[in-house]
């Protein structure tokens, strides 16, 4: 029986090395897999980056992805989840003419209903942000786009796993703090 597509999360915690996105992300364009969303940061441990990739693949196949993902030499560890398995969003922000705001007093009852925030305000636009799920970010982005949307931009999803990853004993840090 042939595996199933689904979406995965995959984490990586690592060490900051020059090159290492790069040689990352070859070993997903060599099994020719799309990554529809990437997102680097500080991890929760000092000195420690996280890569956060998602993909739509089977799961033998991302099985093999963390197998060889594991032997780059500044990997730390890696894991794979489902998205029942994390707990993740993305931000957005939309960059509006402020005219919007002025003469059509129906964009704010927008920002409101969709729990976004207006951050910032000038004579010739104001910038919305939006944290939510996809499908919030792109409803917005719906919305807006009548009113003079300048520009969008949405962040790569950001996660944390329900279950815990452990990488604290992976490095041997004591975590009774």
């Known amino acids: 029986m042939k595996d199933k597509k689904n979406t995965f999360t995959v984490s990586i915690y690592t060490e900051n090395n020059i090159g290492l996105l790069n040689r990352i992300s070859a070993i997903f364009l060599k099994r020719h897999i799309n990554i529809e969303s990437l997102t680097t940061s500080q991890s929760e441990i000092d000195n420690i980056y996280r890569f956060v990739i998602v993909v739509s693949v089977t799961e033998s196949m991302i099985k093999r992805i963390i197998k060889q993902i594991n032997k780059q030499i500044e990997v730390i560890s890696s894991f794979y989840h489902t ?95």
């Open 83 to 177: 998205n029942q398995e994390t707990i993740f969003l993305e931000t957005a922000l939309y960059k509006v003419k402020s005219k919007s705001l002025f003469d059509e007093k129906h964009i704010q009852k927008i920002i409101k209903e969709s729990q976004a925030n207006i951050v910032i305000v000038s004579p010739n636009y104001f910038v919305i942000e939006k944290t939510g799920w996809r499908e919030e970010t792109e409803k917005l982005y719906n919305e807006l786009e009548p009113y003079g949307l300048l520009q969008f931009v949405r962040s790569g999803r950001i996660s944390v796993s329900k279950e815990p990853m452990n990488i604290s004993n992976i490095l041997g840090l004591n975590t009774d703090k």
